[in-house]
């Protein structure tokens, strides 16, 4: 009803009221006074006037009540539009208006703190960084946050009414439902708008409420992509080396159990390659850690590139440990396979471990080839033990320490070779940890003894000098040949300890030799490269010689091919300052390494000593004795002295005579004896009673 139509109804009210109480005036006076012509003019205008007066209060009582009802009609539209600011005035009214009026400010302040808990919720919602999505019992999106749809890349109205698993992966939807993810955090993935896949961590509750309305769930999605990937770096650096991207240790005995695994359903071989490195540390010692790390990267690299691409023969390669590297094959036919047509006619039968000798010799071609190191060329080898399964062992352990024992024996036996295991094998490596043990406890107990093996002048066979040799004298076991406890002590570094040791030793019974003979000769002791990496290597050599007031100049200091060429600037500095300090300098088993004319001129080298393996067969071979002579000529034509070791018979002396070469040793010379032996070779050559001079008569 309009204020108009009230307007009105009240103006009809108040003339009909006018009207009746004239009529009843009127007809009151008519009966009463029986009016005449008069009566009824007075009669009439008193009519007009009640008529009028009943107007007139109509439209007074219409005007008191139009003004608050306009108030509260547009109080009310400002609520309709959702302004709940402005109150309604007070009309400060008893009556059914003033209740209306309370009633109607009742519901705008209710409705205003139900719109500020709404907005608040809202802009807590949409502050927050995970998705929350809110659905009806049935599932269905009833409303989505910020978080939700930058997620999903859908704004709100597209994501209301879809079901809440239409946000999920395909492959992940049918372990999906609303029940259980309301009721329990799981882990998912959805599907945004761009078709991208996004995993996510999903929890949910229940909304509890007894309005229908309300009542549904509520789900939070958080976005896991970054701990995913933490979780895949760290799956990965726990099962694959770092630096090479190939298995580590753990993850190659994981994959090679599931090998064995298989070879036994099938019946199959499965051939397990250990490979280490030859003497790789003096690498990182030379080079440096970095460069170390670049070659074990080329040398990955290598090895990848040659391991058999055929289905037929399975590989894994992974790295346990420094320079330590294996490989298996599968899928190789087992020891009582028949064979085939072709392998019947072989006049030699079938070699069975032709594919892993082929693959051995690759494998150890590709190692050999030149690494560029910080613009130099270096040469590395390897040695590599094979053990098969089930043939040497049927579990991982075992078979991993049977190659590991075959590796041993062929880096004992020279390296840059392959070994097959045998039983015998893990008798020698047990041997050989126990000899590392007992090692260190070998200077304590005076277990090392150093022999001298006199040097002569093959012009007149007098001893001009001797070679100091370390022995090990194990009880129990009799003399270790420093071929088994040298690697031993390199490795474990005791070799810096003996080292020290060994010198003092000499420069003790050198300066009793003083006392007793004027001229006992030139002492050569063997350098290690350990020994010349050694930061205080030429302070303590100088401190040792001052110690024993014994002359620098009566020694000479034996070095390897290999040492003197590892690292060819730093050895010149430290050769130079041992020179200059008036020590001498020798090439030990010249010819074995790979130095060069122009290299051997650089170093301030005194002499050339000829290894034994050539000399042995110099007299009858033709190839070894024109090797002999071309280094005798060499050295005479650099002015150095050369000596011949390993002489064992007259026909090897007449030779080394014949093309004039300086000195020389061996067991037809003179065995390796003590430091009193020796002296009384030399007193006894002082008086003219030399035996070995007999050989030159």
């Known amino acids: 009803m ?11 009210a108040a003339l009909g009221v006018g009207a009746l109480v004239a009529l009843t005036a009127g007809a009151a006076a008519y009966w009463l006074l029986r009016p005449g012509t008069a009566f009824m003019a007075v009669l009439g205008a008193m009519a007009v006037l009640l008529i009028t007066s009943s107007l007139i209060i109509a439209w007074l009582l219409a005007r008191r009540v139009e003004q608050p009802i306009s108030t509260l009609i547009k109080s009310a539209e400002r609520i309709g539009r959702g302004d709940y600011s402005v109150s309604a005035v007070d009309f400060a009214r008893k009556d059914e208006l003033g209740e209306l009026q309370s009633a109607l400010e009742r519901m705008r302040l209710k409705l205003r703190q139900t719109t500020i808990t ?12 995970d998705a929350v999505l809110v659905t009806a019992p049935d599932g269905c999106i009833k409303g989505a946050n910020e978080a939700a749809q930058k997620l999903l890349g859908f704004p709100e109205d597209m994501l209301i009414g879809k079901p809440i698993s239409s946000i999920i992966a395909e492959p992940e939807q049918a372990g999906f439902s609303v029940e259980r993810a309301a009721n329990e955090t799981c882990e998912t993935v959805v599907r945004t708008r761009g078709g991208q896949t996004i995993p996510v961590s999903f929890s949910g509750s229940r909304i509890t409420t007894e309005d229908p309305q309300f009542q549904g769930n509520i789900f939070v999605a958080c976005n896991i992509t970054d701990r995913k990937r933490a979780e895949r770096r760290i799956r990965y650096l726990a099962r694959y080396d770092t630096l090479t991207k190939i298995p580590n240790r753990m993850q190659f005995q994981h994959l090679l159990q599931q090998a064995l695994a298989r070879a036994a359903r099938n019946g199959h071989n499965v051939a397990l390659l250990y490979i280490d490195l030859d003497r790789f540390k003096e690498v990182n010692d030379t080079f440096g850690h970095a460069a170390g790390d670049r070659t074990l990267e080329i040398l990955t690299e290598r090895l990848t590139r040659v391991l058999p691409k055929e289905t037929t023969h399975e590989t894994v390669l992974g790295r346990l440990a420094g320079d330590e590297f294996a490989l298996f094959l599968e899928n190789l036919p087992p020891e009582d396979a028949p ?10 039968g079938i070699d069975r471990r032709g594919p892993v000798s082929n693959l051995a010799r690759t494998l150890l071609t590709e190692i050999s ?17 094979v053990a098969f399964c089930p043939q040497d062992a049927e579990n991982v352990i075992d078979l991993i320490r049977n190659a590991d024992a075959a590796m041993y024996y062929s880096k004992q036996n020279g390296g840059n070779s392959f070994a097959f295991y045998s039983p015998e094998m893990n008798t020698a490596a047990v041997e050989r940890l126990m000899l590392k043990s007992k090692l260190r406890r070998a200077l304590e107990r005076e277990e090392l003894v150093i022999l001298y093996q006199p040097k002569v002048d093959l ?3 007098r001893i001009v000098g001797c070679e100091a040799l370390l022995r090990w004298r194990l009880p129990g076991h009799g003399d270790i040949p420093p071929t088994q406890f040298i690697p031993l002590a390199e490795e474990t570094n005791l070799i810096l300890e003996i080292g020290q040791w060994v010198l003092n030793k000499v420069c003790s019974d050198y300066r009793v030799w003083q006392e007793k003979v004027p001229q006992p000769g030139r002492v050569s002791i063997n ?9 205080s290597f030429i302070t303590r050599f100088a401190s040792i010689f001052k110690k024993h007031e014994v002359s620098p100049t009566c020694f000479e200091l034996e070095i390897t091919e290999t040492t003197l060429m590892v690292d060819p600037k730093r050895t010149l500095k430290l050769l130079d300052e041992l020179y200059a300090m008036g020590l001498h300098l020798s090439i030990d088993d010249f010819g074995t390494g790979y130095s060069s004319l122009s290299a051997l ?5 005194g002499t050339l000593k000829i290894d034994q393996s050539f000399v042995r067969d110099a007299a ?10 071309t280094i005798i000529e060499m050295g005479r034509s650099l002015e150095m002295d050369v000596i011949a070791e390993g002489v064992e018979s007259e026909e090897q002396l007449e030779f080394l005579r014949k093309y004039q070469c300086h000195f020389a040793q061996g067991r037809l010379l003179g065995d390796a004896v003590s430091a009193d032996e020796l002296l009384a070779l030399l007193v006894a050559q002082e008086a003219g009673n030399s035996n070995i001079v007999k050989l030159f008569a």
């Open 2 to 12: 309009t204020l108009h139509s009230l307007k009105v109804k009240y103006a009809l």
């Open 118 to 129: 709404k907005n608040y919720l809202n802009i807590v919602l949409n502050s927050m960084t």
């Open 339 to 348: 064979l085939n047509a072709e392998q019947a006619k072989a006049p030699d």
């Open 369 to 385: 080839k030149a690494f560029y190191l910080q613009q130099q060329e270096v040469f590395l080898t390897a040695s590599i033990g």
């Open 459 to 461: 012009r007149d066979g």
């Open 527 to 535: 350098l290690s490269l350990k020994q010349l990496r050694q930061a």
């Open 601 to 605: 001129q650089q170093f301030p080298i």
């Open 620 to 629: 009858i071979d033709a190839d070894d004795a024109t090797l002999v002579r």
